[in-house]
């Protein structure tokens, strides 16, 4: 029996998603951030050194990383679905997608939500206005028109077939639903972008995404 070591409003969501749409059974133990500091509690240490959901556990494997759990489960679990035939174009693009989720569209999400808790944070008054200035340069300088490039580069390559891989929902897709939805919940996506947009609806009207969440618990990123 798969075990997912989930935490609550993570990339450990798209994984309960995925063995929705494959119909495998499975196990979720929760776990909850820190409301101060919204970091993973110390006990997923007993798991994985690094701490850090998404994790799970098939048998004697322990498997980390979203991108590597997807590929294992689709491989050994999919019986052909979820991924283009082997060779294909379509083959191709389903890797690149699958690589440039966490690689390139994560991290300047990532950075954006550092840069407003630094803009956020509590500091003695006399160094605000420096510690302001800083975190408004950075977002203006270069956080902003990363995820702006970013953004626009995921609604161009949606103009040209349904889902990213091609007209055909794949692994792909539940990849990049994650950065999707942080672009929607942090960084301002929204229907000025159709494509986009599109694909974060059609996601979340998906019966096995609808039934991820039930297993799962609240999830802030799909507002």
């Known amino acids: 029996m798969i075990l ?13 998603w995925l063995l929705e749409e494959l119909g495998v059974e499975y196990e979720v133990k929760r776990y ?17 050194p690094l701490g850090k959901s998404p994790v799970i556990t098939d048998g004697g494997q322990t498997l980390a990383e979203s991108g590597a759990i997807i590929e294992y489960l689709v491989e050994r679990y999919g019986q052909g679905r979820l991924k283009p035939a082997p060779g294909s174009p379509e083959s191709l693009r ?10 390139s569209a994560m991290p300047p999400l990532l950075m954006g939500l550092i840069v407003s808790r630094i803009r ?4 003695p008054f006399f160094v605000r206005p420096i510690v302001q200035g800083v975190a408004a340069k950075l977002q203006d300088s ?4 990363q995820i702006k490039l970013h953004l626009d580069f995921m609604e ?20 990049m639903s994650f950065p999707v939805e942080a672009a929607v919940s942090r960084a301002g996506l929204d229907a000025s972008r ?3 947009w ?26």
């Open 94 to 103: 389903h890797s690149y997608w699958m690589h440039y989720a966490e690689g």
């Open 156 to 175: 161009g390559e949606l103009s040209k077939s349904t889902w990213f891989a091609g007209e055909e929902f794949t692994a792909a897709d539940i990849q």
């Open 198 to 223: 599109a694909f974060a609806e059609r996601i979340h009207a998906r019966p096995a995404y609808q039934r991820a969440l039930q297993k799962g618990g609240p999830y802030e990123l799909m507002k």
């Open 120 to 123: 956020s944070a509590p500091v």
């Open 32 to 48: 909850e951030r820190d409301p101060q500091t919204m970091l993973a509690p110390p006990s997923l240490k007993a798991v994985h």
């Open 194 to 196: 159709p494509k986009l």
């Open 142 to 145: 270069f956080v902003g028109p």
């Open 4 to 16: 997912v070591h989930h935490l609550n409003n993570s990339r450990s969501q798209r994984v309960l």
